[in-house]
């Protein structure tokens, strides 16, 4: 389960990376992943920094941190 986690984790990266901002809803359909895989990965980048979370009404936004576009 660790690996599928973190191979998700990296398909969130490099959607962001070429994307930018994304509305967390449409993760799992874009990157045809389990809802709850995508939700697991995206706590595991929130923990190593690099993603931030913008929330604008009633949805919720996140993006790859301002460290992370230097890679």
Known sequence: MKAQIGAVAGKI??????????????LPKTLNEKQVLV???LG???????IEYRTKG?????????????I
Do not use: F, H, M, P
Request: aromatic content about 14%; overall charge neutral; glycine content about 10%.
């Open 13 to 26: 990266w490099q959607a962001l990376k070429g994307g930018g901002e994304v509305n967390i809803s449409q």
């Open 39 to 41: 939700y697991q990965a």
């Open 44 to 50: 595991w980048l929130a923990r190593e920094g690099k």
């Open 58 to 70: 009633s949805r919720t936004y996140v993006s790859l941190s301002d460290s992370e576009w230097n």
